[in-house]
């Protein structure tokens, strides 16, 4: 089993940045896709970014895109997601997560950590 423990939510005010880091234990992962997704009360988890993990290609959900980069330290099984320029709409638990499957779906994904809350004030 895998496990992945996300850090480095908390509040910001609009405008500000914040970088989300996922640490993962008890298996390599070589070849894995990472992800990133987030989930507002009442609503659906969504795709926020996602990295492939041997080819380094990136993706990311359109409202996110030219705001937020995800990254990898391979060395350090860690994803990274560096947040900027954050809007009230970003508020919501975001999620690391690590699969085999479609990159952008969380279908695409096997394992999950608990999630770690981002809130944005203005």
């Known amino acids: 089993q895998v496990q992945l423990v996300e850090s480095g939510g908390g509040l910001v005010q609009a405008g500000g940045s914040l970088r989300l880091s996922c640490a993962a234990s008890?298996?390599?992962?070589?070849?894995?896709?990472m992800g990133w997704f987030r989930q507002a009360p009442g609503k659906e988890r969504e795709f926020v970014a996602a990295?492939?993990?041997?080819?380094?290609?990136?993706y990311y959900a359109d409202p996110v895109k030219g705001r937020f980069t995800i990254s990898r330290d391979n060395a350090k099984n860690t994803v990274y997601l560096q947040m900027n320029s954050l809007k009230p709409e970003d508020m919501a638990v975001y999620y690391c997560?690590?699969?085999?499957?479609?990159?952008?779906?969380?279908?695409?994904?096997?394992?999950w950590g608990q999630g770690t809350q981002v809130t944005v004030s203005s």
């Open positions: 997560a690590a699969g085999w499957g479609f990159i952008t779906r969380d279908r695409g994904y096997d394992y």
């Open positions: 008890g298996r390599t992962f070589s070849g894995a896709n």
């Open positions: 990295i492939n993990w041997s080819g380094g290609s990136t």
